[in-house]
């Protein structure tokens, strides 16, 4: 017997239709499953889905919420029919499988294990530490993009940086107005090491210093770097165990969703001016 004589057929929903619905929810009302296996997570995942492998979630291993509505996705589209069917008739939860899976997926990816960095914040953190973590992180990527700005002879690349380095400022202005007594953010001994990636700055730095030589290449790094903090700052919300710490880690992912937005239309009005110019894949 196959499994779809037994299990009633799922909606199958396009990548621009997914987008555009994700748009336009609250990060807290969806989430995105990629029910491949952890190596293919690894190689490339779209940012802030939560891994849960088929077999798991067949299992009953993946925490569904029930508030939820869900986006699943695998390689091209059968695990994540599997996965939607096993969801709306078990765990009885709105979900619609991604046609064609992620190799339909055109926007930056993220890389790395699930558990990658997430150590750096305990599940059970509460919300002043967390707050104090998250300052931490965007003070390190704002030093990278000052950093690189130092580096580079090209004008507009260093005036890029510069506006980049000052989104970051905005965040932790954000996160200053959340403390009662903002004075222990400066006290962090992890200030000035650990960017919004979770990854070390000299690590970042001493890699990307040397292809940064473009405008468009510093937007192709902003964008991958900014869509892997956003994936992380996911992360962190979907393993939080605090309520005011999970809202905390979805905010700052919201905000990093601005900054993708944001640079996209700057690197569209950047090709119109400069016709020339490509992006590596």
Not at 41 to 55: D, E, N, S, T
Request: with cysteine.
């Amino acid at each position: 017997m196959k499994w779809n004589d037994v299990m009633p057929p799922v909606q199958s929903i396009s990548l621009e239709e997914a987008k555009a619905l994700m748009r336009s929810k609250s990060l807290s009302t969806y989430e995105i499953l990629d029910v491949r296996q952890p190596a293919e997570y690894a190689a490339g995942h779209i940012p802030g889905a939560r891994l849960v492998p088929l077999p798991e979630l067949i299992a009953g291993k993946g925490e569904i919420d029930q508030n939820k509505e869900y986006f699943v996705y695998c390689r091209a589209g059968s695990r994540s029919q599997a996965a939607c069917q096993w969801l709306s008739q078990f765990a009885r939860v709105k979900a619609q499988s991604l046609a064609g899976g992620f190799l339909v997926w055109n926007g930056k990816s993220a890389t790395g294990a699930y558990e990658h960095n997430l150590h750096l914040i305990h599940p059970q953190t509460q919300f002043k530490d967390a707050l104090g973590m998250a300052y931490v992180m965007e003070e390190g990527l704002k030093r990278i993009y000052i950093d690189l700005q130092q580096h580079i002879v090209d004008e507009p690349c260093r005036e890029l940086l510069k506006r980049l380095a000052s989104f970051e400022d905005q965040h932790k202005e954000s996160i200053v107005c959340s403390c009662e007594n903002p004075d222990f953010l400066e006290d962090n001994p992890l200030l000035g090491q650990i960017a919004e990636t979770g990854t070390r700055i000299d690590q970042l730095i001493e890699h990307i210093r040397l292809f940064l030589n473009r405008p468009e290449d510093v937007f192709d790094f902003a964008m991958g770097i900014e869509a892997q903090a956003y994936d992380f700052y996911m992360r962190l919300a979907q393993r939080a165990e605090i309520g005011a710490t999970k809202q905390l880690f979805l905010d700052l992912a919201e905000e990093e969703t601005n900054h993708l937005d944001l640079l996209s239309i700057e690197t569209e009005q950047y090709h119109k001016n400069h016709p020339e110019k490509t992006f590596s894949p």
